[in-house]
């Protein structure tokens, strides 16, 4: 299976500061990445897909890069709605898999 | 607007089989293209991807699981069906299913549903 490499777990950040999140495969994924954010009780939502496609709907302060190993999550100026856990997930071989987490706590 | 909803008992006891039902609305599982899937997540931890089932009923199980699971359709009921035998107390989690519009990832989740397995 293809182990994905979230960093960091957890970040503190302030309303307005630019947050990155990472996540590496183990193995060449191409751009079959996505990223995900989950609110405490609530289903994770879509943000982007294909590594880089913003889902519609989300706000162009999220923004994904990336091919092959390395990706990246950018938020470009966080908002208080914006404090939640994020997730990458890998959908190039089966069985799917997620990243571990990265939780975004105010500072 | 596309829905999905998941049901099943919130407790059962070790050793029992789970059955799950998601029900769908806003598209249809025998479109090209479709796809469902069901992903878990325990308490305070990430999300484990179970079983995938699309338009052409091709199925997808995770390989740690896959002797316990069975994914299946009923497509004139818009549901999807997952199964998991010999449930045990670590299986205890919240079970989501979501859809998937081929070849990309989940875009619409259900609410989930909490299992907990326990005697």
């Known amino acids: 299976a293809i182990r994905i490499t979230q960093s960091p777990s957890s970040l503190s950040a302030s309303t307005g500061d630019r947050v990155t999140i990472t996540c590496r495969a183990s193995q060449g994924i191409s751009s079959y990445l996505a990223w995900y954010q989950q609110k405490p009780g609530k289903a994770p939502k879509l943000l982007i897909y294909?590594?880089?496609t913003l889902q519609s709907g989300v706000p162009s302060r999220f923004s994904g890069s990336g091919s092959g190993t390395d990706f990246t999550l950018t938020i470009s100026c966080l908002q208080s709605e914006d404090f939640a856990t994020y997730y990458c997930?890998?959908?190039?071989?089966?069985?799917?898999?997620f990243g571990q987490g990265t939780k975004v706590e105010i500072k | 607007q596309v829905t999905l909803r998941e049901s099943g008992p919130a407790l059962v006891k070790p050793t029992q089989t789970l059955t799950l039902t998601c029900t769908f609305s806003?598209?249809?599982?025998?479109?090209?293209?479709?796809?469902v899937s069901w992903i878990r997540q325990p308490p305070g931890k990430a999300l484990e991807w179970l079983a995938r089932i699309d338009w052409d009923d091709d199925k997808y199980y995770s390989t740690s699981l896959k002797t316990r699971l069975t994914i299946s359709k009923d497509t004139s009921k818009n549901q999807v069906v997952l199964t998991m035998t010999n449930m045990d107390p670590v299986d205890t989690a919240t079970y989501y299913c979501?859809?998937?519009?081929?070849?990309?990832?989940?875009?619409?989740w259900g609410q989930g549903t909490m299992v907990t397995v326990s005697s």
């Open positions: 294909a590594a880089s």
């Open positions: 997930q890998q959908y190039y071989s089966y069985p799917w898999t």
């Open positions: 979501a859809r998937i519009v081929y070849p990309h990832a989940f875009d619409i």
């Open positions: 806003g598209f249809s599982l025998s479109t090209s293209g479709m796809c």
